[in-house]
């Protein structure tokens, strides 16, 4: 089979505004849409301290008033034109979005502007939120899953890191927000300087860019748009983002009572997004758990039909990242699930992918690659990922080759020091406690927690 | 406005043996996707062998003649590409998405086990296993799934939808070889599958190869006929299911149309209004309004026969549930005995008209989009003046299906009470009932 071209960009423009704003515009034909996506380095990474949520609770508040409409005002005006408005806080940004047929581009643009940059924060709303926020952190405890994916990112963290605490926060942190936190917060982060607004759709990137600088340009943006911004750093030293080193493996389980099937994680340290070694991570990560003819899916449920779902996978984040194991079994399988999981991590991490696992994990990844560039939506984030990240351009354009050149040698490196299953790793299990201590016994020291303790 | 169809230059053929094949290129990636959508589902299945079409979807993927176990994926994947599956009440669906230079093997990979699936004891055993994981994953240990399981074992007495497309746990142990041999034969010939190709190809290439490799497979028997029958709803019906949980949860199903219908186009009009997005009627009232649920969802899926309009309420903990089935009823009500003001109509149509645009921007989108139009209209070119068939719902109109739809004696309930869960001794489940139901609870 022959080798895999590089693929090319559609026609795209990025430009750096005055103000400190970064403009991308990015030509999309095929279908007459418009997407516009604007990112803020107001990510969880962000909350202040005693105030984990406080990134997502803000970002949840936009939509619900702004300096000219109420909230329903604005769910009117926005979906009127069809569009469903995205607000995704993540670890290192939020990032609003929406789609629109492209004869609505302008009136979509701002309505995306207004809801990004005057929210109202409106004092009734403000208890809403924080009121269906606290609600929610106690529904998620229904969910097995949602609860070890809370758990984890304070486990592979730790307490304290930027990246330590759950995404929409801890219920003892959310009861105490106001009106002033939101507002600040707001007035801090969503800024000129760090943000990024990308345009894709059915025009040219000359007409988009203009149509950015046009809408930006009117005076109610104009502050924004033109002043830099000098409240705090966009991000922290490098140094606060590294993660502590551990020793041995420790496991902690989560008491869900009445459960029948036990949710299993293993974390260690991963990379960040911004990482050099991007390519043989995940090339050895796609050998390993990634495709579905990887290693643990094929010891694990081709094999053994032990689980539905398994898989190991790099949850990576701007300044630092987790290395994953996941998934799930019935109770009676449980210590099973975990000898393999981790009999399985071990050997590779010591041997690496054989000669064939790496041909196959290079054109897998390869192969597919182009697909992630195929919706608006998705190109917008990559060309804005890509920028912020500082990874630039050429890591979507010249992707396949550089997916294609990991040599064997750095794909065992890879494979050893990214090992979720490596020295310092940690097991959670979410499920009946009992049965999870039985199957954990002379594996590891366990730590038992009650499931709300999570909320 | 009617999509252009200069932009959806469909090829289309059906071979000897019934095989229906669609081509659909889009050069501007090197990537390709496939759909091979066979018309059976749990819908074609009978008690005892309750979720085969499910399990079968499983045994595809675990040799055919030429390709041995393992092979598909691992030849998928080293040539850059994924494949994967679902099954539905109505139909069961393959596709795989990949570099384009890889079509010659896919074609070979999926005709050759259309042509000769490997059946054997030691890949049921343990696909049944996964499958039994899959089902304590989605149903068993998940309040949305065992609350569906139960909507339709309530709503339906005589439909094949009356079972849950995972199939009851007993069945999962019952299946045989023999079982599933039987039901390939009869399902997954030729005349019964209809493949959509899209993206970056030769359309001659394309032509001649498919009619090469699956042209020698024999066409399959008449299929049986489906059990389609199904008694009038005489009145409200309703089922309790106990389960430790946060808060209690309700789930509602009214009987609905099938999704070729005049009115299901009406009723995807009443979705959209009641519950898609954050300015949609349920979540303004529920959510916001009267904070009633943490999460309010609605959903009318088409299906070949007729099927449930479904509502689904996630309480906040310490609301109780007659207030929150009253705050719905009363949102229903208004939709039937009001008409729709005219930004609210105008909403619903320019949401539903985005989202079909959405859906065909990538070459996956679009074979499945157009495939599925197919599968559920008969024909694909419905779908270009869908947009137009739904411009022309007036106010009236949706007032009128509500009006109907959402009728009492339509209605089906599932009441999630929080609670441990009950063990074996229906005893217990009974009195635990009971104290609900004394305490208050609606029946």
Not at chain 2, 271 to 280: D, I, R
Request: charged share 25%; glycine share 8%; net charge negative.
């Amino acid at each position: 089979m022959s080798a895999l071209a590089d693929v090319s960009l559609p026609p795209l423009r990025i430009e750096k505004e005055p103000g400190g704003l970064t403009l991308a515009a990015v030509e999309k034909r095929g279908v007459p849409l418009f997407h516009a996506r604007i990112s803020f380095p107001a990510g969880a990474s962000t909350d202040p301290a005693g105030k984990t949520g406080l990134a997502s609770f803000t970002s949840d508040l936009l939509r619900r008033g702004t300096l000219r409409r109420g909230a329903d005002a604005v769910d009117a005006l926005i979906e009127g034109m069809g569009a469903h408005l995205s607000v995704e806080a993540n670890m290192d940004e939020c990032a609003l979005g929406l789609t629109v047929p492209y004869e609505l581009a302008a009136a979509a643009l701002d309505a995306l502007l207004e809801v990004a940059l005057e929210p109202s924060f409106p004092e009734e709303e403000v208890e809403r939120a924080r009121r269906q926020t606290i609600s929610a952190l106690q529904s998620d405890l229904d969910e097995p899953g949602t609860v070890a994916s809370r758990a984890l990112a304070v486990l592979g963290y730790g307490e304290g890191h930027p990246y330590g605490h759950p995404l929409a926060g801890r219920t003892r942190d959310v009861e105490g927000f106001t009106r002033d936190d939101a507002a600040q917060f707001h007035a801090a982060r969503y800024r000129a300087d760090g943000a990024l607004l990308s345009l894709c759709g059915d025009a040219s990137r000359d007409d988009l860019i203009a149509l950015a600088r046009a809408r930006l340009g009117q005076d109610r943006f104009a502050s924004f748009a033109r002043a830099k911004s000098t409240t705090g750093p966009l991000s922290l030293a490098p140094a606060a983002y590294a993660i502590a080193a551990r020793r041995g493996l420790t496991a902690l389980v989560i008491h869900k009572a009445d459960s029948t099937q036990a949710q299993l994680r293993i974390v260690a340290p991963g990379l960040s997004r911004k990482a050099d070694n991007w390519a043989p991570a995940f090339v050895a990560n796609a050998a390993l758990g990634g495709g579905f003819t990887s290693l643990l899916v094929d010891a694990i449920r081709v094999e053994r039909g032990l689980s539905y779902s398994v898989s190991s996978r790099l949850s990576m984040n701007r300044h630092a990242g987790l290395s994953l194991f996941s998934s799930f079994t019935k109770n009676e399988t449980l210590r099973q699930l975990i000898d393999v999981a981790l009999e399985k991590m071990r050997g590779y991490a010591a041997s690496g992918p054989s000669a064939d696992a790496l041909a196959k994990s290079q054109r897998y990844l390869a192969g597919l690659f182009p697909f992630s560039l195929q919706g608006l939506e998705a190109l917008a984030e990559q060309v804005s990922d890509s920028v912020l990240d500082g990874t630039g351009l050429e890591s979507i354009e010249h992707y396949r080759s550089i997916i294609t050149s990991v040599t064997a040698e750095q794909a065992r490196a890879a494979a050893r020091e990214l090992s979720p299953a490596r020295e310092g790793a940690q097991i959670v299990i979410v499920g009946d406690a009992a049965v999870a201590q039985k199957a954990l016994e002379g594996i590891c020291p366990v730590e038992v927690r009650p499931i709300e303790e999570f909320a | 406005m009617a999509l252009d169809p200069s932009r959806f230059p469909v090829e289309e053929f059906t071979l000897a043996n019934g095989l229906r094949v669609r081509l659909l290129q889009d050069r501007s990636l090197p990537v390709c996707s496939i759909y091979s959508f066979f018309r059976v589902g749990s819908r074609n299945e009978r008690p005892g062998i309750t979720g085969i079409s499910h399990l079968f979807e499983h045994m595809m993927f675990n040799g055919s003649r030429k390709y041995g176990p393992k092979e598909f994926d691992r030849r998928l994947e080293a040539a850059g590409g994924s494949s994967n599956a679902y099954t539905s009440n109505d139909m069961t669906a393959y596709y795989e998405d990949f570099a384009s230079d890889a079509l010659p093997l896919v074609l070979d990979l999926e005709s050759d086990r259309m042509a000769a699936l490997t059946i054997d004891d030691a890949s049921l055993a343990r696909e049944r296993g996964v499958v039994k994981e899959e089902r304590r994953f989605r149903t068993d240990n998940d309040i949305d799934g065992m609350m569906d399981e139960a909507l339709s074992a309530l709503a339906y007495l005589a439909h094949p939808y009356r079972w849950p497309v995972v199939g009851w746990m007993s069945d999962l142990n019952r299946i045989s070889k023999a079982d599933c041999e039987a039901y390939f034969r009869a399902y997954y010939a030729p005349n019964n599958c209809t493949i959509w190709l899209a993206g970056d190809f030769e359309a001659g290439y394309a032509r001649e190869e498919i009619s090469r490799l699956y042209g020698a497979i024999p066409a399959g028997p008449k299929l049986p006929a489906v059990p389609v029958g199904e008694p009038t709803q005489k009145g409200p019906r309703r089922s309790l299911v106990q389960f430790p949980a946060q808060a209690p949860a309700l789930l509602f199903g009214y009987r609905a149309p099938a999704g070729d219908a005049v009115d299901s186009l009406v009723l995807d009009l009443v979705e959209t209004v009641l519950g898609h997005g954050q300015g949609s009627r349920l979540i303004r009232a529920l959510v916001y309004g009267q904070e009633l649920c943490v999460e309010a969802r609605v959903g009318y899926g088409w299906r070949l026969d007729p099927g449930l309009f479904q509502v689904s309420l996630r309480l906040n903990p310490g609301v109780e549930t007659p207030k929150a089935e009253a705050a719905l009823y009363a949102e229903l009500d208004k939709l039937g005995n009001e008409p729709l003001p005219a930004e609210e109509l105008r909403r619903a149509k320019n949401l539903v008209r985005a989202n079909l645009l959405r859906s065909l921007v990538t070459t996956n989108g679009r074979a499945h989009m157009m495939g599925q139009m197919e599968m559920m209209l008969g024909d694909w070119r419905k779908l270009l003046d869908l947009d137009d068939r739904y411009e022309a719902i007036t106010a009236g109109d949706v007032q009128r299906v509500a009006k109907e739809i959402f009728a009492p004696h339509r209605r089906n309930v599932v009441e999630l009470v929080p609670g441990e869960l009950p063990e074996s001794d229906p005893e217990d489940v009974a009195q635990a009932i009971d104290a609900h139901l004394l305490a208050g609870g609606a029946a």
